[in-house]
């Protein structure tokens, strides 16, 4: 009985954070990239361009999971790895540390969806969250290379 009670509360916990009305990072509006916009439709057209030439369902039902990988290799899809490293690789640490801030405020007013629910262009708070932690990563990183070289500097190793 008791298990039963803690399964139910540690449930109805969790869900209440999972419903974007309960979370402190939610809106109503979605936070849209233009430029990530064109990318969207272009995957929604890839996808039904090789739908239709496609005859065997396994076929049709793959074409989707390919195009979003040809985009993400491409660096084209926010939130991912590929993204952050072909568009902020090459910011120094200044630019890096505004881009953070610029990230963590966008993280706060962007909405807590569903896969799926999006609308074209849009940046969810999950596609932030996931820039964060590669810019964090990446400064974290640039930290550890400063570290070493003024090491090497001072001690001569």
């Known amino acids: 009985m008791k298990k039963s009670f803690y399964f ?3 449930f109805l916990v ?3 954070f999972a419903i974007p009305g309960f979370s402190g990072n939610y809106s109503d509006n979605p936070i849209i990239d233009e430029a990530y916009k064109k990318i969207d439709l272009a995957i929604k057209a890839d996808t039904e ?5 496609e005859n065997k369902m396994s076929a049709k039902m793959q074409c989707g999971d390919d195009i ?3 985009y993400r290799g491409e660096g084209k899809i926010r939130g991912t790895d590929e993204y952050c ?3 902020y690789s090459s910011l120094n640490r200044d630019k890096l540390t505004e881009l953070w801030n610029n990230l963590k405020a966008q993280e706060k007013k962007a909405r807590v969806l569903i896969s799926g629910q999006a609308v074209p262009g849009e940046v969810t708070a999950s596609m932030f969250k996931n820039e964060v932690m590669w810019v964090e990563d990446r400064l974290s990183s640039m930290r ?4 070493k070289s003024l090491g090497k500097k001072l001690f001569g190793n």
Do not use: Q
Request: hydrophobic share 40%; charged share 40%; proline share 0%.
């Open 8 to 10: 139910i509360a540690f």
């Open 14 to 16: 969790n869900l209440c």
């Open 49 to 53: 361009k090789c739908i239709k030439k």
């Open 68 to 70: 979003l990988e040809k």
């Open 85 to 87: 490293k072909k568009n």
């Open 144 to 147: 550890k290379a400063n570290i």
